[in-house]
């Protein structure tokens, strides 16, 4: 029985002289994933070769061409609407110059489907990787902090329009009457559907969006070269006129179709365009001096409080809510780095601060960024009960002087700790769990004292994050924390440089490389084992990033197999991505795991993996696909694996590419911000707001 029909889709292309980069779009646009995709393409009277590349490919029958005289991007692609098919299902828009991800489509339609009720106008719009003339990544757009709404589409246009897919009941709602007077084709858009239904944004980056002579608006622009451009912007008047007539025409067409609020909104908006003061506000909008969205009456508010509402406002003051975070150990690891990344980010929206008992590296680095960092010395790893004692009431006299609204704690004495002490002190309290103390491959004595401890420590918690979906079923299966009081979470890493992206198909030597800590937690000397099995067969260099106690063990494993040559210890390094990009193959061998970042920062450098199947490493690498999962123990199977992706560079290419889409598409920091933010905005009781 045959399944239920994919979704209808047609991508709407404008040509004009466009002949230097038309095939790499076109072929990217015919190389999509997604079964059921037509391509309309309106040629706007060009004058080069670009008739010529489209008659090469007119017969395809996923392609009409028209060719018409010259009307303007604006009105070519306002045309291309007025001509989709009446069974099409979504609208997808394309720049000429442009190179698609292969999962464009089918990523923009799936998040619409299950998003947005098709009864209701949508609309999805995502990052791009910015790149030069060949397609080499030079960074990527910047994540609109304060996310799609109308109030925003008013004055600015956040959603690129060669990133954009609407769906049927957008276009209906557009070309039932066109505008007299717009700036572009895709604010337009944006402005529709944010008012009339759901805009929907995708952190994770779709095209390649090249960057040449003939279209750089500024991606390169540091914060002052961007705050100089839009005050330039402020002070052309026709410029806010046209912005202004927008308004108006907007208004003409949709104003009797609004929400009473979002009338308001839009004639406050329209009327007071001209004075002074609200030109001067504005400017300050456009120029995110103060990060704040023009709103009726009160003239702005806080863009924070609409994006997360953690923030409020009392009569013109912005309150911002207090996060503490709470972890043992500030050497670095997973657990740090994850809490210097949210802290980092968080803190123009949150007073943030962080405990700590082993000061370390990630000490330094709050401090370096100004964020508050507290000191309790008694905090360490190992247990005696009269230190833990003293330990907890420092603990809480801490708490009690920071007084923060919600506490995030991390790591097992930490985790155990912090929520005593926040369910003595009354605050609303997280526990991150990464990875669980209790894991399969842990000493069967351990597992059982800590699934213990973890059961009682589970009643003094407000919310349980579980970094990988293995270790949320883990938790469940051992009673600990109610189910409903369990999430999974997946640890998400940003987007790196061009620099950092790893040259795959680089031979003589191919370099492996593996970056943990030297404790019983990592296998090395199988990995060892398997080197020593290999080393006659290809050259290869292994390189190990990392200190810790089994650290000169290693080394003299090393010398008694004959990996000399082959082996080097790097020491614990903070330019990891860069060694990353020197790379060709990423090696974690462990006997139990979490959902380990290293993992996904060798995704996000382009890499293939070879990682042990343990915890939740393979909710990252698909075996075959993105890398090989290893059987824990599994020497043999460990030395075919590595041997595949050594002699092979096609292979190693394909992975690492695989993996970086797979990255991209699911394991950024943006993606996982976004949902910790939704648990934070849960877990703030109220009365932490009416003391606000």
């Not at 060892?528 to 494993?557: C, H, T, W, Y």
């Amino acid at each position: 029985m045959a399944g239920p029909k994919s979704p209808k889709v047609q991508v709407l292309l404008s040509t004009y002289n466009g002949e230097k980069y038309l095939r790499e779009l076109l072929d990217s646009l015919l190389a999509q994933d997604y079964p059921d995709t037509k391509i309309l393409i309106r040629d706007d009277g060009s004058k080069d070769g670009t008739i010529d590349i489209l008659h090469a490919y007119k017969d395809l029958p996923e392609l009409e061409i028209i060719f018409e005289e010259n009307v303007g991007a604006i009105n070519s692609f306002f045309e291309l609407l007025k001509r989709v098919a009446d069974d099409t299902d979504y609208i997808a828009f394309c720049d000429q110059d442009d190179v698609w991800m292969q999962d464009k489509i089918s990523r923009a339609v799936t998040d619409l489907e299950k998003k947005v009720p098709c009864q209701i106008p949508g609309m999805y719009f995502s990052r791009y990787a910015i790149v030069d003339e060949s397609l080499q990544v030079l960074g990527y757009s910047e994540i609109p902090k304060r996310g799609p709404s109308f109030e925003n589409a008013l004055v600015q246009n956040i959603a690129t329009g060669c990133t954009v897919v609407i769906n049927k009941q957008a276009r209906l709602r557009i070309v039932e009457e066109l505008p007299r007077e717009v700036r572009m084709h895709d604010w337009w858009i944006y402005q529709v559907v944010s008012a009339l239904g759901m805009v929907i944004y995708d952190p994770a980056p779709s095209i390649l969006y090249r960057q040449h002579p003939s279209n750089i608006v500024g991606a390169k622009a540091g914060p002052w070269g961007k705050w100089m451009n839009r005050l330039k912007r402020f002070a052309k008047r026709g410029r806010l006129q046209l912005v202004t007539e927008q308004a108006r025409e907007f208004m003409r067409i949709y104003g009797d179709r609004l929400t009473d609020d979002k009338k308001d909104i839009l004639a406050d908006f329209v009327s007071g365009r001209d004075r002074f003061l609200k030109r001067v506000g504005y400017a300050a909008l456009r120029c995110r001096v103060h990060r704040q969205t023009f709103v009726r009456k009160y003239g702005f508010k806080s863009a924070a409080g609409t994006e997360s509402g953690l923030i409020t406002a009392t009569r013109g003051i912005v309150l911002k809510f207090k996060i503490l975070y709470f972890i043992t150990n500030g050497t670095l690891g997973g657990a740090q780095t994850h809490i210097l990344h949210l802290a980092s980010y968080l803190t123009d929206d949150f007073d943030v601060g962080v405990a700590m008992g082993v000061r370390g590296p990630l000490w330094d680095s709050l401090e370096n960024i100004g964020i508050p960092v507290y000191h309790i010395p008694s905090l360490v790893r190992s247990v005696s009960p009269f230190r833990d004692i003293l330990c907890l009431h420092e603990i809480v006299q801490l708490f009690k002087a920071v007084k923060p609204d919600l506490i995030s704690t991390h790591s097992s004495k930490a985790g155990i700790l912090g929520r005593l002490a926040a369910r003595l002190c009354g605050i609303p309290v997280i526990f991150t769990a990464h990875g669980w103390s209790f894991t399969e491959g842990l000493p069967e004595k351990q597992r059982r004292r800590y699934i213990l401890a973890e059961r009682i420590a589970a009643r003094w918690s407000t919310r349980i994050i579980c970094v990988s979906e293995y270790d949320r079923q883990l938790a469940v299966k051992y009673g600990v924390g109610r189910p409903e009081q369990l999430m999974t979470i997946h640890n998400g890493v940003p987007l790196s440089p061009a620099h950092e992206m790893a040259k795959t198909g680089k031979e003589n030597p191919v370099r492996l490389m593996m970056v943990a800590r030297f404790s019983e937690q990592k296998d090395y000397q199988l990995l060892f084992r398997a080197l020593a099995a290999i080393k006659n067969n290809k050259a290869f260099e292994m390189f190990l990033v990392g200190d810790g106690p089994l650290l000169v063990q290693s080394r003299e494993m090393v010398q008694q197999m004959g990996l000399g040559n082959e082996v080097k210890f790097l020491g614990a390094r903070n330019d990891v991505p860069v060694l990353l990009a020197e790379a060709q193959i990423f090696v974690l061998i462990s006997k139990w795991e979490g959902f380990p970042r290293s993992v996904l920062e060798a995704m996000r450098s382009g890499l293939p993996v070879i990682a042990s199947d343990v915890g939740g490493t393979r909710e990252s690498v698909i075996d075959g696909e993105t890398g090989f999962l290893i059987p824990r123990g599994d020497v043999d199977i460990l030395q075919d694996r590595l041997l595949k992706l050594i002699n092979d560079p096609n292979l190693r290419v394909q992975m690492g590419q695989n993996g970086f889409r797979r990255f991209a598409s699911k394991f950024t920091f943006e993606q996982m911000l976004e949902k910790t933010l939704k648990v934070y905005r849960e877990s703030i009781v109220p009365q932490a707001v009416m003391q606000k």
